[in-house]
Nanobody, 119 residues
Framework: QVQLVESGGGLVQAGDSLRLSCAAS????????MGWFRQAPGKEREVVAR????????YYGDAVKGRFTISRDNAKNTVYLQMNSLKPEDTAVYYC????????????WGQGTQVTVSS
């Protein structure tokens, strides 16, 4: 089992930056792939970014490429999402997710943190 707790969300203006953090517990993070999803009101959930257990492989959704950076610190059991040049369309609830490296689907989800970007 993996427990995930997000933090760092809030209300910012367009063009600002935010860094989300996700603290994991319950299983060694070094064997777990991590990621961030988001869901805005009335929209489908979408992947924001993913990072492999080693940190060597990352993936970004088209909407955030070049603006967001995912990273991890396995010693601290923490994953980060640095969000720069935020836009109003980035407004959503952001969820930290995790899965065993051998799994296909993300099995573990945090409770979510709200990010609101005003224009």
């Amino acid at each position: 089992q993996v427990q995930l707790v997000e933090s760092g969300g809030g209300l910012v203006q367009a063009g600002d930056s935010l860094r989300l953090s996700c603290a994991a517990s319950g299983r060694t993070l070094s064997s777990v792939d991590m990621g961030w999803f988001r869901q805005a009101p009335g929209k489908e959930r979408e992947v924001v970014a993913r990072i492999s257990w080693s940190g060597l492989t990352t993936y970004y959704g088209d909407a955030v490429k070049g603006r967001f950076t995912i990273s991890r610190d396995n010693a601290k059991n923490t994953v980060y999402l640095q969000m720069n040049s935020l836009k109003p369309e980035d407004t959503a609830v952001y969820y930290c997710v995790a899965k065993k490296s051998s799994s296909y689907n993300y099995e573990y989800w945090g409770q979510g943190t709200q990010v609101t970007v005003s224009s």
